[in-house]
């Protein structure tokens, strides 16, 4: 898979995208990040990538010329499947999402800044809007870190037990199960018996009931429909 990020801030990008299992599925291949600094597309002396908007609102709007230009030269040398903004107004991000996402080739995020793109950006270049959540960041680019661990995490290889994204909360529409390690008692606290019985039936049933009752108390949202 290859994601290409756009961004005014790449220093915001570095640190979720050069770690942990990221930065794993980057060695091994299984994902390539391009982050493209809008800014060196950006006009005169001093780069200019942003200006005032019309109709007298104020705050900066990162303009169409150098967006244009950026998407396009990325469009013109390969096919992408989406090329999608981040802003608070697009569709809730969410598992059945990440799912989707991480079997396509190829993909750009687009992340907004200050007041956000100018709307010819979105009508004519960007074929589809994600919000991670009913609150207002101060960019996109955390939201495309979000993103990206979500849907990078479940490229089949990446996860050395595959299994273990398949048992992730929300995969089946469920919350996971409690989890427990080593020592089965601390300080009096105990690990439930059944995990340590060795019986694979019951301890999965167990943990299918937990699921259950875990979804219907804390989010019992996620059981209608
Ligand atoms: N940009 C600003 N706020 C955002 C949000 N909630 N989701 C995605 N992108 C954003």
Same mark, same amino acid.
């Given at each position: 898979m290859r994601i290409d990020i756009i961004t005014v801030l790449p220093e915001l990008l570095a640190s979720p995208l050069n770690h942990s299992i990221v930065q794993r599925a980057k060695n091994k291949n299984l994902v390539e990040i391009f982050v493209h600094d809008l800014r060196l597309l950006g006009k005169g002396n001093y780069k200019q990538v942003d200006d005032y908007g019309f109709g007298g609102d104020a705050g900066m709007i990162l303009m169409v010329e150098p967006l244009y230009r950026l998407i396009t030269s990325l469009t013109s040398e390969r096919l992408y499947d989406k090329v999608i903004y981040l802003t608070p107004d697009g569709t809730l991000f969410d598992q059945p999402a990440a799912n989707h996402l991480s079997c396509l080739q190829n993909i750009i995020l687009l992340c907004g800044h200050?007041?956000?793109? !100018?709307h010819r950006v979105r009508e004519h270049l960007v074929t589809h809007e994600i919000s991670i959540g009913n609150y207002v960041l101060s960019g996109g680019e955390l939201a495309a870190s979000v993103v990206v661990d979500a849907i990078v995490r479940l490229i089949?290889?990446?996860?050395? !037990?595959?299994?273990s994204a398949l048992s992730d909360?929300?995969? !089946?529409g469920l919350l996971a199960p409690p989890i427990y390690s080593r020592p089965a008692e601390f300080n009096g606290w105990k690990v439930p018996e059944v995990l340590l019985s060795g019986n694979p039936k019951l301890i999965k049933e167990w943990q299918e009931e937990q699921s259950m009752e875990r979804t219907k108390r804390l989010r019992p949202e996620l059981l209608k429909g």
């Amino acid at each position: 898979m290859r994601i290409d990020i756009i961004t005014v801030l790449p220093e915001l990008l570095a640190s979720p995208l050069n770690h942990s299992i990221v930065q794993r599925a980057k060695n091994k291949n299984l994902v390539e990040i391009f982050v493209h600094d809008l800014r060196l597309l950006g006009k005169g002396n001093y780069k200019q990538v942003d200006d005032y908007g019309f109709g007298g609102d104020a705050g900066m709007i990162l303009m169409v010329e150098p967006l244009y230009r950026l998407i396009t030269s990325l469009t013109s040398e390969r096919l992408y499947d989406k090329v999608i903004y981040l802003t608070p107004d697009g569709t809730l991000f969410d598992q059945p999402a990440a799912n989707h996402l991480s079997c396509l080739q190829n993909i750009i995020l687009l992340c907004g800044h200050y007041k956000g793109i !100018d709307h010819r950006v979105r009508e004519h270049l960007v074929t589809h809007e994600i919000s991670i959540g009913n609150y207002v960041l101060s960019g996109g680019e955390l939201a495309a870190s979000v993103v990206v661990d979500a849907i990078v995490r479940l490229i089949p290889g990446v996860l050395s !037990d595959e299994t273990s994204a398949l048992s992730d909360s929300f995969q !089946d529409g469920l919350l996971a199960p409690p989890i427990y390690s080593r020592p089965a008692e601390f300080n009096g606290w105990k690990v439930p018996e059944v995990l340590l019985s060795g019986n694979p039936k019951l301890i999965k049933e167990w943990q299918e009931e937990q699921s259950m009752e875990r979804t219907k108390r804390l989010r019992p949202e996620l059981l209608k429909g």
